[in-house]
């Protein structure tokens, strides 16, 4: 059965006696039976030997100094094991200790040997831990990873990957059920001699053999809950990331992240390793797991680098040639930039400065008037999604800082050094930091409702990226149900989701539960009909939620009750947007605002605002009575349900009172004139009496139908308002206009819109397209909604 897990504890997770018992309680308490773990030297071990060669190299005294390092490893034997298991480890670092002498005693070490001196502190920790877990009744054994890997050498050495597989696979199964307990950082030639893997080899140890072993999850236990958003040592509010995706890790490792090292990821591409990152001093607190597969890109994360070197040259030759050399050598730039004039700058850590220059320097390569500069320092930001930041990220910019450098995962600038760590804190502040978070209610789940959802599932992802918010529809609202939902509902499922899990609901109950969602603004699209549903606006308002309404009855409402409206949206700076109430998706109002605020002055509006009515009078030729016109319509569900609601010109008047508020005239909807196309003794009979006698309209109509033709004009339904001396005259009515008149060549269903102002007297503005449909009233609320939200983040 195939082993699941791997532990690796670094240095500082290894420090003193407590920390060992740390690890040991956490192999017992997170662990398996079979686990394999992975450690470094204990606290500063490596440097100390590090600095003990140092001492031998200029001839100076090391006797002392080692004693004080075997002092230190004697130490932690008698802290933590009892006499039996104490004494097997004494007499094994008394053999080290000579050892050393011996190694130390030699005119001159080699390469090999300053290696192995290096080795002993991860050899020792192997040891004592697994000392330490036997005390505690657990099968462990510890395993000197030279036996493991094989390498060949060079600058950084190569695994032999096929033959350190064998035996790695060969060694767990002859210890199966053993902790095996291995060393980081150290592996060996051919000939077995001692090669160190380099810097944060430890962690590349693990990694390697988690997948050379088939291990499911890698987890590196160091002084650091995980990878945050930004260095939590500099930005305050930096949040710890819960999940990164092996792409991400790897570009902010590569970009100087301090916890993710670059060649410690590699071996974890093309496996199914997932790796976490945790702290050894808090194992019960979340951490993040770095995942080979994500399906969803992570928060964005910003780093720096407080200097860099930024190497710039001229080169005649390919640029593509100079990259592959670099790329074979490990030497990625962290971003680079071409300029005009073949001119080339590529960034670079400091650590890869003197290999970086040496290759630009080879001759061959075309490359001239080089120039180093290491005054400037890197800000980037990591994310699957980084392009959503960059407009975000570059208004940030000051005019010393370089272009932003975008590649598929990052964003990243340079920027004088003295700039660096006040550029992170804004970039994360505007970038990285909690995005605004809107949440939509949707209020009437018909057909322009369905229409809006699936709108707002194909433009969701534009919204957000131009927004850099997050806009999620969180409720839908019938005339009897509710569904709301924290997470967001799924707009691929909303319909079935909404006829399982939606539940009666009433407006006490609703507003409390809105109040409860976790969402920085909120706003409500009315799509319904509802006259009760508008009667709730003030409460909607009071509560500090948007309104975007397709419904014409708030608009239109009692004169009183529209000021209370605006009056609320003053004293709070709320939102209600109502361009779908008039005109479906034309843009109306849009227009007469933008008239307004050029310094023009409306003098009068006139059109035909009904689809319904525009359709009848542009069949009606009278060849057929209108009566059976208006059956057909009502067959083809081009009126309402009952024809009276569009006959009426009810609809329409509303209509007119709505642009004529929105220009400015504060007038009831009494006072304009509606001269109906319903006989008052037809108005308030059932409907099926209605319609038994709809042919009463017949001759009425048709005796104006003649009379207009007879002066060479046409029928039309049409509402208008004008200023004439001072006093406004509104109405809504059949009237004759001549056959060349805006409103007499109207394609059916089509609505009109003319209006006369200071800047268009002569020749009006005129807006004319459908009126209505599910398709343009859905892409007249999303409009709003867009606007409102633009509205909300630019606050």
């Known amino acids: ?101 011996s190694l130390f005693s030699l005119e001159a070490l080699n390469e090999y040997k300053r290696n192995e001196v290096v080795s002993f502190g991860e050899r020792w920790s192997a040891r004592l831990l697994a000392a330490l877990l036997r005390e505690s009744g657990v099968a462990a054994l510890d395993i000197d990873s030279r036996s493991l890997l094989l390498a060949d050498e060079g600058a950084v050495p190569q695994i032999r990957l096929d033959e350190s597989r064998a035996r790695v696979q060969q060694t767990l199964d002859d210890h199966a059920n053993e902790r095996l307990i291995i060393t980081g950082f150290i592996c060996a030639n051919s000939r077995g001699e001692t090669l160190l893997l380099g810097r944060n080899g430890s962690d590349y140890s693990a990694t390697l053999i988690a997948s050379l072993a088939d291990i499911d999850r890698v987890t590196i236990w160091t002084d650091v809950e995980g990878v945050f958003n ?102 990625m730039p962290l971003a680079h930039w071409k300029l ?57 910019l000051s005019r010393d800082a370089r272009p932003l450098f975008k590649d598929g995962l990052s964003l990243v600038t340079l920027v004088p050094t003295s700039q660096v760590n006040l550029l992170t804190q804004k970039v994360h502040r505007r970038c990285a930091g909690p995005r605004k978070r809107i949440g939509v209610l949707l209020l009437g789940v018909g057909n322009i409702g369905e229409a809006w959802v699936d709108l707002f599932s194909r433009t969701r992802v534009a919204l957000n990226k131009e927004l850099e918010a997050s806009v999620e529809l969180v409720g839908l609202l019938s005339s009897k149900k509710a569904l709301l939902k924290e997470e967001g509902i799924d707009l691929d499922s909303w319909k079935q989701d909404f006829e399982q899990q939606a539940t009666p609901w009433l407006y006490d109950h609703m507003f409390e539960q809105l109040q409860a969602l976790e969402c920085d603004e909120l706003i409500a699209l009315d799509i319904s009909a509802s006259a009760e549903l508008t009667l709730q606006y003030p409460e909607f308002f009071s509560r500090g939620i948007h309104v975007v309404s397709a419904n014409k009855l708030a608009g239109s409402g009692p004169l009183a009750f529209y000021r209370e409206l605006k009056l609320q949206l003053g004293n709070r700076r709320l ?12 843009p109306v109002q849009h227009a007469l605002n933008d008239l307004h605020n050029s310094g023009d002055s409306i003098e009068a509006i006139g059109g035909i605002f009904s689809g319904t009515l525009c359709w009848l009078f542009e069949k009606y030729d009278a060849k057929k009575p209108f009566s059976e016109l208006v059956l057909e319509a009502k067959g083809l569900g081009i009126t309402e349900p009952d024809p009276r609601d569009d006959l009426s010109g009810r609809d329409m008047q509303r209509k007119l009172l709505i642009l004529a508020r929105e220009i400015g005239h504060e007038i009831e909807l009494e006072d304009i004139e509606l001269n109906s196309l319903v006989p008052k003794d037809l108005a308030d009979i059932p409907l099926d009496q209605f319609l038994a006698r709809i042919d009463e309209l017949d001759n009425e109509m048709l005796q104006q139908f003649q009379a207009a033709a007879e002066q060479n004009k046409v029928l039309r339904y049409v509402a208008g308002l004008d200023v004439v ?35 268009y007297q002569d020749n009006p503005l005129i807006i004319r397209g459908p009126g209505a449909g599910r398709e343009v009233t859905a892409a007249a609320v999303q409009s709003d909604l867009a606007q409102i939200c633009r509205d909300l983040v630019q606050e």
């Open 1 to 101: 059965m195939a082993r699941c897990h791997l532990h690796k504890f670094g240095g500082s997770s290894l420090a003193d006696a407590d920390c060992y018992r740390r690890v040991a309680h956490i192999l017992l308490t997170h662990g398996n039976s079979d686990d394999l773990v992975v450690v470094s030297a204990a606290g500063k071990s490596t440097n100390f030997l590090y600095k003990l060669l140092q001492l031998k190299d200029t001839g100076q005294l090391w006797q002392e100094e080692l004693q004080v390092l075997i002092g230190f490893q004697q130490n932690l034997i008698e802290q933590l094991l009892s006499n039996e298991q104490a004494r097997s480890l004494r007499e094994r670092l008394s053999i080290d200790k000579y050892q050393l002498i």
């Open 230 to 331: 930004a260095d939590p040592n500099k930005i305050n509010d930096a949040k710890l990331l819960k999940s990164l995706s092996l792409d991400e890790a790897n570009r902010l490792a590569h970009l100087g992240s301090p916890v993710l090292h670059n060649r410690s990821l590699q071996p974890l591409f093309d496996t199914q390793v997932s790796l976490a990152v945790r702290s050894s001093y808090a194992s019960h607190t979340d951490f993040t797991l770095i995942a080979p597969k994500s399906s969803r890109a992570s928060a964005p994360v910003v780093t720096n680098l407080s200097s860099v070197s930024l190497f710039s040259f001229r080169i005649s030759t390919d640029v593509a040639h100079l990259a592959e050399l670099l790329e074979s050598a490990g030497l």
């Open 340 to 396: 005009a004039h073949n001119r080339v700058e590529l960034a670079f850590t400091h650590e890869n400065q003197q290999q970086v220059q040496s290759m630009l320097e080879t001759d061959g390569l075309g490359i001239s008037d080089l120039d180093l500069r290491e005054d400037l320092g890197l800000v980037a930001l990591v994310s699957a999604d980084a392009d959503l930041y960059r407009r975000g990220f570059a208004r940030l």
């Open 575 to 586: 939102f209600w947007r109502y361009n779908a109430s008039c005109g479906a998706g034309l």
């Open 725 to 759: 001396d001072g006093q406004l005259k509104a109405a809504v009515g059949m009237e004759w206009v001549d056959t060349q008149h805006a409103y007499a060549n109207l394609t059916p269903g089509d609505n009109v819109f003319v209006i006369r102002s200071a800047f």
